[in-house]
C-alpha cells in the first residue's frame, strides 16, 4: 500500500497562500487517483479535491465548492508528490488537511481510499 506524507501546513493571515505538498512511497504512484480531504475541529472529514491518475491524456481534477477557484491540485508523478496550492485562505479553511490514494476514483471522493496521511495542520487567523 502507498504511505504517504504530508507537508507544508502552518499559520496563515486570512487572504494569504499556502502549498501542501504529499509525498508518496513505491513505485506506482501514477496509477493514483489522489485526493486532499479536510477535518476542523468537531467537524467530520470533508472532501477537497482530488486528480486523477495518468492513463487518460488529461489529468482531471475535482473541487468542492467551498474551494473552487481559490484551490489548485496538481501532481507530479516524476517526483511522486501531489500539491494542494491554497490561495486567498479564510479562516475557515482551517482544519487538518490530509492526502489520499487510490486507484479509484470514486473511492478517493466518497473519503473511502486505500491510503492516508498522518495530516498537517492549516490555521487561517482573521
Known amino acids: 500500500q502507498v504511505q504517504l506524507a504530508e507537508s507544508g501546513g502552518g499559520l496563515v493571515q486570512a487572504g494569504g497562500s499556502l502549498r501542501l505538498s504529499c509525498a508518496a512511497s513505491g513505485r506506482t504512484f501514477s496509477s493514483y487517483t489522489m485526493g486532499w480531504f479536510r477535518q476542523a475541529p468537531g467537524k467530520e472529514r470533508e472532501f477537497v479535491a482530488s486528480?486523477?491518475?495518468?492513463?487518460?491524456?488529461?489529468?482531471?481534477?475535482y473541487y468542492a465548492d467551498s474551494v473552487k477557484g481559490r484551490f489548485t491540485i496538481s501532481r507530479d508523478n516524476a517526483k511522486n508528490t501531489v500539491y494542494l496550492q491554497m490561495s486567498s485562505l479564510k479562516p475557515e479553511d482551517t482544519a487538518v488537511y490530509y492526502c489520499?490514494?487510490?486507484?479509484?476514483?470514486?473511492?478517493?471522493?466518497?473519503?473511502?481510499?486505500?491510503?492516508w496521511g498522518r495530516g498537517t495542520q492549516v490555521t487561517v487567523s482573521s
Open positions: 489520499a490514494a487510490d486507484t479509484s476514483l470514486n473511492l478517493v471522493r466518497s473519503g473511502r481510499a486505500g491510503g
Open positions: 486528480i486523477t491518475r495518468s492513463g487518460s491524456s488529461a489529468y482531471y481534477a
